[in-house]
């Protein structure tokens, strides 16, 4: 499983990197995700999830 932004939907708030620092990352005012980034932790995962559903935009999302 992998994290997606939507760069075209991504306002770069930073709203993700204030909750999952070890997931996003902000690159020229959009979030990114960080390819090396262990999802298989829970509590990676979890915060993951958290910033999926307070993104103002709806920009992240999982993908396989």
């Known amino acids: 499983m992998k ?6 939907k991504c306002i ?3 709203v993700c990197v204030d909750i999952a620092e070890k997931v996003f990352v902000l690159k020229d005012g959009i979030s990114e995700p960080i390819e090396s980034a262990d999802l ?3 509590e990676v995962l ?8 307070v993104c ?4 992240i999302s999982f993908v396989k």
């Open 12 to 14: 770069g708030c930073g």
């Open 40 to 42: 298989n932790s829970s």
């Open 56 to 59: 103002p935009v709806q920009a």
């Open 3 to 8: 994290v997606k932004i939507n760069e075209t």
């Open 46 to 53: 979890e915060a993951v999830k958290m910033a999926i559903e």
